[in-house]
């Protein structure tokens, strides 16, 4: 189990290398979200298995858990640095990543008969509210034009 956990969690960092912030979040999360896929496809016994820890809290699957944490915490913190993405607490932010996209991360919730945006929609999405605003540009005002007109 243990390395099943620590192949998938080798792939999302070495995927979330080089590029853009968003670009490297988006890589990350979609080889965790691949490799569950396939391992569903091709070896469901293993991905009821690997399920079957992470529903129910087994020291290996925590583990894993917080490694990708740390991952997506680290690149969002490093994105922040930049500029790329908004301010905010990089541990929130993570949190929230990471709960929209459970349901393409997360093997006890990946199933063909899931019917879900698909992978790109949700993180076009998460993207949005992890993006910085240039300065002055607030959520109501993306929410309603006429408050930047009144001003």
């Given at each position: 189990?243990?390395?099943?956990?620590?192949?998938?969690s080798?792939?999302?960092?070495?995927?979330?290398?080089?590029?853009?912030?968003?670009?490297?979040?988006?890589?990350?999360?979609?080889?965790?979200?691949?490799?569950?896929?396939?391992?569903?496809?091709?070896?469901?016994?293993?991905?009821?298995?690997?399920?079957?820890?992470?529903h129910?809290?087994?020291?290996?699957?925590l583990?894993?858990?917080?490694?990708?944490?740390?991952?997506?915490?680290?690149?969002?913190?490093?994105?922040?640095?930049s500029?790329?993405?908004?301010?905010?607490?990089?541990?929130?932010m993570?949190?929230?990543?990471?709960e929209?996209?459970?349901?393409?991360?997360?093997?006890?919730?990946?199933?063909?008969?899931?019917?879900?945006?698909?992978f790109?929609?949700?993180?076009?999405?998460?993207?949005?509210?992890?993006?910085?605003?240039?300065?002055?540009?607030?959520?109501?005002?993306?929410?309603?034009?006429?408050?930047?007109?009144?001003?």
């Amino acid at each position: 189990m243990a390395d099943l956990f620590e192949h998938v969690s080798a792939a999302a960092t070495l995927a979330a290398r080089g590029g853009s912030t968003l670009k490297g979040l988006r890589a990350a999360l979609r080889a965790i979200s691949q490799l569950h896929e396939h391992r569903l496809k091709n070896d469901s016994k293993q991905h009821e298995l690997i399920a079957a820890a992470v529903h129910e809290n087994w020291a290996v699957a925590l583990s894993y858990v917080d490694r990708i944490q740390g991952l997506v915490r680290a690149i969002i913190a490093d994105g922040q640095a930049s500029g790329e993405l908004r301010p905010g607490s990089p541990m929130a932010m993570t949190c929230c990543l990471l709960e929209a996209m459970d349901g393409y991360l997360n093997p006890s919730r990946i199933n063909a008969a899931t019917v879900r945006p698909a992978f790109d929609e949700m993180m076009d999405f998460c993207a949005g509210a992890l993006r910085h605003a240039p300065w002055g540009q607030s959520l109501a005002a993306d929410l309603d034009p006429k408050a930047v007109a009144q001003g």
